[in-house]
């Protein structure tokens, strides 16, 4: 199971900091990533990362979001900084078992509800 937390109404250039915690997996050996969905639109990977904690960016985030694992808390971060209206989205929390921790939602196997992110003035 994976729960995710910390979404909100937040003004543009505000930070928020999601957190996707992992129940009933072998948290060490499994690839995390970040999705999002707006109204209308496809699922858009945001940011990976692997068991390594090698990190992974889409261009549209690079800069702005750090994504961020504790394997003892089990719970995976993204850190959302400079946000702007454009990143209004459902984040999704993924894992996956496989080698690679891509960009790609086919990847995965494991998804939590979302949590809501809302940008606005």
């Known amino acids: 199971q994976l729960l995710e937390s910390g979404g909100g109404l937040v003004q543009p250039g505000g930070s928020l900091r999601l957190s996707c915690v992992a129940s009933?997996?072998?948290?060490?050996?499994?690839?995390f990533a970040w999705f999002r969905q707006a109204p209308g639109k496809g699922q858009e990977g945001v940011s990976s990362?692997?068991?390594?904690?090698?990190?992974n960016y889409a261009d549209s985030v690079k800069g702005r979001f750090t994504i961020t694992r504790d394997d003892a808390k089990k719970t995976v971060y993204l850190q959302l900084n400079s946000l702007k209206p454009e990143d209004t989205a459902r984040y999704y929390c993924?894992?996956?078992?496989?080698?690679?921790?891509?960009?790609?939602?086919?990847?995965?196997?494991?998804w939590g509800q979302g949590t809501q992110v809302t940008v606005s003035s």
């Open positions: 009933g997996f072998t948290f060490a050996i499994a690839n």
């Open positions: 990362i692997n068991r390594g904690a090698i990190t």
């Open positions: 993924a894992a996956t078992y496989n080698d690679q921790a891509s960009l790609m939602f086919y990847e995965y196997t494991y």
